[in-house]
T-cell receptor, first 115, second 111 residues
Framework: ETGVTQTPRHLVMGMTNKKSLKCEQH?????MYWYKQSAKKPLELMFV???????ENNSVPSRFSPECPNSSHLFLHLHTLQPEDSALYLC??????????????FGQGTRLTVV | SQQGEEDPQALSIQEGENATMNCSYK?????LQWYRQNSGRGLVHLIL?????REKHSGRLRVTLDTSKKSSSLLITASRAADTASYFC???????????FGTGTRLKVLA
């Protein structure tokens, strides 16, 4: 148990659906991240939030929309996804922005399948 | 372009043997971290080494960093079946504020 909880653990959605992934941390961390992990590819950083402000959008398509209502919660809203978006989506948090040299705590991930 | 790249991609050893995996990167860094991931689950932080450090130990783990060669190695001594997992290095390019992960080394420890 890392202190970062993601829900749901598994999600199957059609290409016309709208769904949301949720991430919650009670570690008192200031930075939160979304990563995408596809088979045989490196983890891709998608979004970074620092003190609830988005500080990084790594050229992510607009069909992925993040939301950070407070420093403990992070959402990833999904709409009109493509089959190639099927992947493991990982949320992480850290005390400071990871670039300053602190470790990240990861959730267990949401396994997303787009059909 | 990818910052960290692990080698080998896959490694299979017997329980009790040592496992060594390497990470190479392309630009100067502030820090390098190693993470472990059990199949289909989240990543767990193992160790962080700063650019001015050359070696760090944590239990059965030993990490080295050679900034002149832009490479790091992770050594797991006296491996156990429970060490079976994927291992990733994460590097941050100096002057940036994001960590980039490699594709990982899949380690299998046979009992």
């Amino acid at each position: 148990e890392t202190g970062v909880t993601q829900t749901p653990r598994h999600l199957v959605m059609g290409m016309t659906n709208k769904k949301s992934l949720k991430c919650e941390q009670h570690l008192g961390h200031n930075a939160m991240y979304w990563y995408k992990q596809s088979a045989k590819k490196p983890l891709e950083l998608m979004f970074v939030y620092n003190f609830k402000e988005q500080t990084e959008n790594n050229s992510v398509p607009s069909r992925f929309s993040p939301e950070c209502p407070n420093s403990s919660h992070l959402f990833l809203h999904l709409h009109t996804l493509q089959p190639e978006d099927s992947a493991l989506y990982l949320c992480a948090s850290s005390q400071e922005d990871m670039g300053t040299g602190t470790e990240a705590f990861f959730g267990q991930g949401t396994r997303l399948t787009v059909v | 372009s990818q910052q960290g790249e692990e080698d080998p991609q896959a490694l299979s050893i017997q329980e009790g043997e040592n496992a060594t995996m390497n990470c190479s990167y392309k630009t100067s860094i502030n820090n390098l971290q190693w993470y472990r991931q059990n199949s289909g689950r989240g990543l767990v932080h193992l160790i962080l080494i700063r650019s001015n450090e050359r070696e760090k130990h944590s239990g059965r783990l030993r990490v080295t960093l050679d900034t002149s060669k832009k490479s790091s190695s992770l050594l797991i001594t006296a491996s156990r079946a429970a060490d079976t997992a994927s291992y990733f290095c994460a590097t941050d390019a100096a002057g940036t504020y994001k960590y980039i992960f490699g594709t990982g080394t899949r380690l299998k420890v046979l009992a």
